[in-house]
């Protein structure tokens, strides 16, 4: 995921009692980031005929696969951490009719160089074990399964442990515990989401508050309206309540030996409009604007370093996103594909870092900062916060190979990104330099090679090039390498 943490509280004050939770949540961000990438669903869809009797109307499929990686990252003071990792999913999917159940296992054990674990827990087996546990009921599938007959509307219901991808993710992008359920009527679906976050997997935006990463308890309620009216674009308005439930909701913070007792509470409201679709016959678009409000409270320690009151305050916050993705017809034998999009998160310029309550938003100001529990591709490397961000991504990837034998289906791709502060005077997530926007460049390389039909590789490579916004001592150029192999059975 996106939300690494390091920050700094002013030219004389070093925070020393934050700085260690900061550091773990800027390396557990990592490693989070480079799960969501090679995390595959494995979601079939079986309609059975209305002829068809139980047994054969009804499927049971098994399987799993295992990766073997291994992972080279570099901190911010320049030393590099490697990782052996091997992850085992197993997985069942039944379908009957309208009815489908899916379930999965993971065995992902993590072991690491010593001293090198990117939460400070060294190796372990990660849990949950249980990942992903959910039912779903399809009133349109199993009517057809029974009758023959398609029905024009439709209703359907998924409930368990899923991940929940609301609208273009920003806004959320995470595992839950949820409900989701779909009314399709003429051209309008709408869809609707209650869930909270499960007590072992997410990790909060608050790298501050006790349990980020082990103990994240928010709740959301949901509403998206989508019109399919048209033929090539489904534009889309959705709300979205985040409620902060973590039982853990204050902590004493204590630096040089003083004291600053840190109560949390963040509760925000999205409200997002966006579309996707089909501009020509060789490009697409995806689109989103959210405005965030709702309450978050100030900050327990001033800018002169000094103990304060915390207050409730409302957030004024607003993120956007647009991407186009360029097939050309010339190219598609070859699988030719480009990419561009831009990335806009306002931040908050009396906040001290961008996304954490100690240190955050001063009282009797406005909560600037957007925030929330989504997804942003900011890249491998650097992965700054969707907050105070505006990121340029122009990408190109491609099959050269298609049709020759061994080599067939190996794609060969890049990204680039240009990465800013959207307002020069407000902090990221990590220390910068004050008054600078610029925070430099970053390539990434990645090669996926479907090798056999049950055999493929993954390989990632990412480098960082950072700019005047990077202070000395954490202006070294970075380097990312991933490597996996995954066997499917």
Same mark, same amino acid.
């Given at each position: 995921m996106?939300?690494?943490?390091?920050?700094?509280?002013?030219?004389t004050?070093?925070l020393?009692g934050?700085?260690?939770?900061?550091? *773990?949540a800027?390396?557990t961000?990592v490693?989070?980031?480079?799960?969501?990438?090679? +995390?595959?669903?494995e $979601?079939?869809?079986?309609? @059975?005929?209305?002829?068809?009797? !139980?047994?054969?109307?009804?499927?049971?499929?098994?399987?799993?696969?295992?990766t %073997?990686?291994?992972?080279?990252?570099?901190?911010?003071d320049g030393?590099?951490?490697?990782? $052996?990792?091997?992850?085992t999913?197993l997985?069942?999917?039944?379908?009957?009719?309208?009815?489908e159940?899916?379930?999965?296992?993971?065995?992902?054990y993590l072991?690491? #160089?010593?001293?090198?674990?990117?939460?400070?827990?060294? +190796?372990?087996?990660?849990?949950p074990?249980?990942?992903r546990?959910?039912?779903?009921f399809?009133?349109r599938?199993?009517r057809?399964?029974?009758?023959?007959?398609?029905?024009?509307?439709?209703?359907?219901?998924?409930?368990? $442990?899923q %991940?929940?991808?609301?609208?273009?993710?920003?806004a959320?992008s995470?595992?839950?515990?949820?409900?989701?359920?779909?009314?399709?009527i003429?051209?309008?679906e709408?869809?609707g989401l %209650? @869930?909270?976050?499960p007590s072992?997997?997410?990790?909060?935006?608050?790298?501050?508050?006790?349990g980020?990463?082990?103990? &994240?308890?928010?709740?959301?309620?949901?509403?998206?309206?989508t019109?399919?009216?048209?033929?090539?674009?489904?534009?889309? &308005?959705?709300l979205?309540?985040?409620?902060?439930q973590?039982?853990?909701?204050?902590?004493?913070?204590?630096?040089?030996?003083?004291?600053?007792?840190?109560?949390?509470?963040?509760?925000s409201?999205?409200?997002?409009?966006?579309?996707?679709?089909?501009v020509?016959?060789?490009?697409?678009?995806?689109?989103?604007?959210?405005?965030?409000s709702?309450?978050?409270?100030?900050?327990?320690?001033?800018?002169?370093?000094?103990? &304060? *009151?915390q207050?409730?305050?409302?957030?004024?916050?607003?993120?956007?996103?647009? $991407?186009?993705?360029?097939?050309p017809?010339w190219?598609?034998? #070859?699988g030719?594909? !480009?990419?561009?999009?831009v990335?806009?998160?306002?931040?908050d310029?009396?906040r001290?870092?961008?996304? #954490?309550?100690?240190?955050?938003?001063?009282?009797?100001?406005?909560?600037n *900062?957007?925030? *929330?529990l989504g997804?942003?591709?900011t890249?491998? &490397?650097?992965?700054?916060?969707?907050? #105070?961000?505006f990121s340029?991504?122009l990408?190109?990837?491609?099959?050269?190979?298609r049709?020759?034998?061994?080599f067939?289906?190996?794609?060969?791709g890049? +990204?680039?990104?240009?990465?800013?502060?959207?307002d020069?005077?407000a902090p990221?997530?990590?220390?910068?330099?004050?008054?600078?926007? !610029?925070?430099?460049?970053?390539?990434d390389?990645?090669i996926?090679?479907?090798?056999?039909?049950?055999?493929s590789?993954d390989?990632?490579?990412?480098?960082f090039?950072?700019?005047?916004?990077?202070?000395e001592?954490?202006d070294?150029v970075?380097?990312? %390498?991933y490597a996996?192999?995954?066997?499917?059975?």
């Amino acid at each position: 995921m996106t939300r690494s943490r390091a920050w700094m509280a002013g030219k004389t004050l070093a925070l020393v009692g934050a700085a260690a939770p900061g550091a *773990a949540a800027q390396d557990t961000d990592v490693y989070e980031r480079l799960q969501r990438t090679l +995390d595959d669903l494995e $979601r079939t869809r079986q309609v @059975g005929a209305a002829d068809l009797q !139980f047994s054969e109307s009804s499927r049971l499929l098994l399987g799993g696969y295992t990766t %073997f990686g291994f992972a080279a990252s570099d901190d911010s003071d320049g030393s590099t951490r490697l990782l $052996r990792q091997s992850d085992t999913k197993l997985w069942s999917h039944f379908t009957m009719g309208g009815h489908e159940a899916y379930g999965r296992l993971r065995l992902n054990y993590l072991d690491f #160089n010593s001293g090198d674990s990117f939460d400070g827990r060294g +190796d372990n087996l990660e849990e949950p074990i249980a990942d992903r546990y959910w039912y779903r009921f399809d009133l349109r599938t199993a009517r057809l399964a029974d009758t023959g007959e398609r029905l024009d509307d439709n209703l359907w219901l998924q409930v368990g $442990r899923q %991940f929940v991808n609301w609208g273009s993710g920003l806004a959320l992008s995470e595992d839950l515990n949820s409900a989701l359920v779909g009314l399709e009527i003429h051209n309008l679906e709408v869809r609707g989401l %209650f @869930g909270q976050t499960p007590s072992t997997g997410p990790v909060d935006f608050d790298s501050s508050r006790p349990g980020f990463d082990t103990d &994240v308890d928010r709740r959301f309620a949901g509403l998206m309206f989508t019109f399919t009216g048209f033929d090539q674009h489904r534009p889309y &308005v959705y709300l979205l309540d985040q409620n902060d439930q973590n039982d853990r909701d204050g902590r004493t913070i204590f630096i040089l030996g003083t004291p600053y007792p840190t109560r949390y509470r963040y509760d925000s409201l999205y409200l997002g409009l966006g579309s996707s679709g089909q501009v020509t016959s060789e490009t697409y678009y995806q689109a989103e604007f959210i405005h965030q409000s709702g309450h978050s409270l100030s900050t327990s320690i001033s800018a002169a370093g000094a103990p &304060v *009151a915390q207050s409730r305050e409302p957030i004024d916050a607003w993120g956007a996103m647009g $991407r186009l993705i360029y097939s050309p017809r010339w190219g598609r034998p #070859n699988g030719v594909r !480009f990419d561009f999009e831009v990335l806009l998160a306002s931040g908050d310029d009396d906040r001290q870092h961008t996304s #954490n309550t100690f240190g955050g938003n001063r009282a009797g100001t406005d909560d600037n *900062a957007f925030n *929330a529990l989504g997804y942003a591709n900011t890249g491998l &490397v650097l992965g700054p916060n969707f907050s #105070n961000l505006f990121s340029l991504r122009l990408g190109a990837s491609a099959m050269p190979w298609r049709g020759q034998g061994t080599f067939d289906k190996l794609r060969l791709g890049v +990204d680039g990104y240009l990465l800013h502060k959207l307002d020069a005077d407000a902090p990221v997530n990590f220390t910068t330099a004050p008054g600078e926007r !610029f925070l430099g460049g970053e390539l990434d390389f990645f090669i996926d090679w479907q090798i056999l039909s049950d055999l493929s590789l993954d390989v990632r490579y990412g480098v960082f090039l950072p700019s005047d916004a990077m202070p000395e001592g954490n202006d070294d150029v970075r380097h990312f %390498f991933y490597a996996g192999l995954n066997y499917a059975f």
